[in-house]
């Protein structure tokens, strides 16, 4: 699995030379009438597979930005969103809780981090940024290996008519030095359903064991693979399906452990099973990517497509046409998901994408200006009717893909004039400076890629001064390392194994539904309530539960119930103290709560015994409180501000806070003016100035999708659209003048925290400075409550605008 396709393809043909069981060619030919062929025949053929004949949910594609997973810069799987079942921290209230059988059509995009295809996309023909993944899941043991493969090849053979002399099997072979013996229980399943020995093949943990991680689910994989040779010669196998059965926990001492529940997780590219299904070699030959081909050559007057690819295809035309199909597909589908090109994180691998395609599409294609904009529609053609988004979005995508495509090109040409510029200065043996190549660079002011100054140098014969180069990557290295912000300190978390046994008890998720009990005094000030509860369970620091902590000793603390806010969404969690009922004069500090599967788990310093079963009484800072719930008001503020100076089309892309400050992500258009953040100031201080009364109110989460002016946040954690918690949301209208339920204007989505019940103590300014590139993700500081002069110096408030990084938090 970890292995390249190169090496896994060459491994299968070295097997199957050395299997004595292979009998030597098949005279069956792959059938020419096995309906479905087009793409999205066989797209809706798979997901009414599932549903119809084998009870399974369908969910939609989440959004290709994943949410509340940093560890990820792009969904890149199947299994992504449903990462909180596989981990055993679904929340047990959630829509999700629920699932058992699902299927789907995910999308995904492979460019940047440890799975990345970019660099390889055109170069072959196979490799895509943006693919289709079809899967189907088996959540909690409802079912596992038999059923799996039986309905894989039911499909494969029945539905889709691949005959069965095309199709060989793979299956885990074993792993003596993790202690694992071969999967022989796949092995029988495969002989069962007819495959004969001849045709299946073993393979060890490299091939055939999945991991999610360093630790984590884990378990073997059987795969499907399709024989190109059709029986004439030595087998050509390419991978279909792989079927990921999770039945592994990998613990942090590398060691393997029985998972609570076991899943099954399978996965097959839709454009691979396309290319065999139509008797293509190519995916770029199928009916998903025909229609681009063919508009790219109208659009260039290029030679027409022809599959050529190596020492063949001359002049890199074929290569050229590949990545640029490949890369409006991808570019479409992140616009339309909310990303778009920017200076850090995802936004920066996209950025990369698009100055890619315009590379090949105008120096190889010789495409006139705005072409790839006017690729958008033919994607929306092809995609739009599976994700409807692309055709929401459509004219958006064009817009901001056109619009890269011309600061690009504008970069592209200042570029080459500061080249000859420089040049003209050197003399005939001196090394290009690489000073001036840094800041035409990516890294620098003019975003060209580092590749491209070394080739545009190499055309006119100049060396490039690379000891200097390298020299200027490692301090900008070490300046990136000291501006970031201080990575937080991971907080206590319940691992899988605590809360499979949780469940296993019956133990209900923590009501925190206590942490709302607080109101505003008529002379002024917030009231906090307390909270009585029953302590459930310990956990020692290294995660054992145990009866009782003593003296001076760190725990975990599980209630029935808290008035704590939990961290998450961005926001710091609350902290306080804790006392036994009747024994209030030993306090017991707690320094942070944490979410954990729908169960809140408190840190605690225990100053004398503590044991399960006692009840308690909690009690949250109100300082620390109360500044929270000032910057989350102000984030709703300032939220809705800023749409209200820049138009619908502005986005929250992250936010974090705490007593100590705000940090608030925006992702706009076009960076904004200082003129445009003097408007957003002085409609947030207007708010505030006119004393409006917050209002809140908790409604059914079907009904949010008919209140005026709510917004979803996207980064929020949560799986996608519609499967968000436990089936309830907070909302809060932080505008004046509207009150609800009838005419009131909804400030910035759903609120899930604490909010100020009046607006003058939540206060945000927006004036500063901005940095990095158009419809960037920009990165404001805003100063709330008494620093931002909400009610003695109105305007005093300010913040920094800048390129800032995707961090993936919100505040809903």
């Known amino acids: 699995m970890a292995a390249s396709v190169a090496a896994v393809a060459g491994r299968l043909r070295r097997a199957i030379r050395r299997s004595p069981q292979w009998r030597g060619p098949s005279r069956r030919a792959l059938s020419s009438e096995a309906p479905p062929t087009q793409a999205a025949a066989v797209r809706d053929a798979f997901l009414s597979f599932f549903r119809d004949r084998h009870g399974h949910r369908l969910v939609p594609s989440s959004s290709v930005r994943p949410r509340g997973d940093p560890s990820l810069l792009f969904v890149n799987a199947g299994m992504n969103q449903f990462k909180p079942i596989f981990l055993g921290t679904v929340d047990p209230r959630s829509e999700m809780a629920g699932f058992r059988r699902v299927a789907n059509s995910q999308k995904c995009v492979r460019a940047g981090g440890r799975h990345s295809d970019l660099e390889d996309v055109g170069r072959d023909l196979s490799h895509h940024t943006f693919f289709e993944m079809l899967g189907n899941w088996a959540f909690r043991g409802v079912y596992f290996k038999e059923e799996a493969c039986s309905m894989a090849w039911e499909l494969l053979t029945q539905v889709y008519g691949i005959p069965e002399d095309r199709l060989w099997v793979s299956y885990f072979g074993g792993d003596p030095k993790a202690g694992l013996g071969p999967d022989l229980e796949s092995r029988d399943i495969w002989l069962n359903l007819g495959v004969p020995a001849s045709r299946m093949l073993s393979f060890g943990p490299q091939e055939n064991f999945w991991e999610m991680g360093d630790t984590g689910p884990c378990g073997p994989c059987t795969e499907i693979h399709y024989d190109l040779a059709g029986g004439v010669g030595a087998p050509q196998l390419v991978e279909l399906w792989n079927l990921v059965f999770m039945q592994h926990n990998r613990e942090a001492d590398g060691s393997l452990q029985p998972l609570p529940q076991r899943h099954v997780d399978t996965g097959m590219g839709l454009e691979r099973l396309l290319a065999v299904l139509q008797g293509r070699r190519s995916t770029y030959d199928t009916d998903l990517f025909s229609p681009l081909l063919n508009a790219i050559h109208q659009g260039c007057g290029a030679p027409p497509y022809s599959g050529r690819v190596g020492a063949a295809d001359e002049g890199h035309t074929d290569t050229a046409y590949r990545v640029v199909a490949d890369h409006i597909r991808t570019l479409s589908v992140c616009i339309a998901d909310g990303v778009s090109p920017g200076m850090s994180g995802a ?466």
């Open 347 to 812: 936004p920066l691998v996209l950025r990369q994408i698009l100055r890619r395609a315009v590379r090949f599409s105008t120096e190889l294609l010789r495409a006139p200006p705005g072409f790839l904009g006017s690729l958008v529609p033919v994607v929306v053609e092809t995609l739009g009717g599976a994700y409807p988004e692309l055709q929401r979005n459509s004219a958006q995508i064009a817009s901001l893909v056109s619009e890269g495509e011309a600061a690009f090109l504008a970069s592209l040409q200042r570029g080459r004039r500061i080249i000859e510029r420089t040049l003209r200065r050197l003399g005939p043996s001196d090394v290009f400076p690489a000073e001036v190549a840094w800041s035409l660079s990516l890294s620098g002011n003019l975003g060209l890629p580092l590749d491209l100054v070394e080739l545009m140098l190499e055309e006119k014969g100049v060396q490039l001064d690379s000891a200097g180069l390298e020299r200027l990557a490692q301090e900008e290295a070490q300046h990136r390392a000291r501006q970031a912000e201080p990575v937080q300190e991971q907080g206590r978390q319940l691992d899988i194994h605590a809360l499979g046994e949780l469940q296993r008890q019956g133990v209900p998720p923590t009501d925190d539904s206590p942490k709302y009990n607080y109101s505003l005094r008529p002379s002024g000030g917030y009231e906090f309530s307390t909270c009585e509860a029953q302590v459930l369970q310990l956990y020692t620091e290294d995660g054992t539960a145990v009866a009782s902590v003593g003296e001076g000793q760190r725990c975990g603390l599980l209630l029935d119930k808290t008035n704590f806010y939990a961290e998450q969404g961005g926001q710091a969690s609350d902290r306080g103290y804790l006392v036994r009922v009747g024994l209030q004069d030993v306090l017991f500090p707690v320094a942070r709560a944490q979410v954990c599967g729908g169960f809140i788990l408190h840190e605690v310093v225990a100053p004398e015994c503590l044991k399960v079963g006692d009840q308690v009484q909690l009690h949250v800072d109100e300082a620390w409180r109360l500044s929270c719930m000032e910057k989350h008001t102000a984030v709703h503020l300032l939220n809705w501000a800023l749409r209200q100076a820049l138009g619908p089309g502005t986005e929250q892309r992250g936010s974090h806070l705490n007593p100590e400050g705000l940090r608030f992500d925006v992702a706009t258009q076009a960076l904004l003016t200082p003129e445009q953040l003097r408007a957003v100031e002085g409609t947030v201080q207007k708010a505030v100035g006119q004393d409006e009364a917050v209002y809140m109110e908790e409604v059914a989460l079907a009904r949010t999708a008919h209140v005026p002016g709510l917004r979803s946040l996207d980064e929020a954690p949560a799986t996608h659209r519609g499967y968000r918690g436990p089936g309830h949301h907070r909302g809060a209208p932080a505008h004046q003048g509207h009150h609800p339920p009838a005419g009131h204007h909804w400030g910035a989505g759903p609120a899930g925290r604490g909010h100020c019940r009046d607006a003058p103590v939540a206060a945000a300014g927006a004036s500063g400075h901005t940095e990095g590139a158009t419809a960037a993700c920009q990165h404001c500081r805003p100063e709330t409550g008494n620093g931002a002069g909400c009610t003695e110096n109105p305007g005093a408030a300010t913040a920094a605008l800048g390129g800032a990084p995707d961090c993936g938090h919100s505040l809903c």
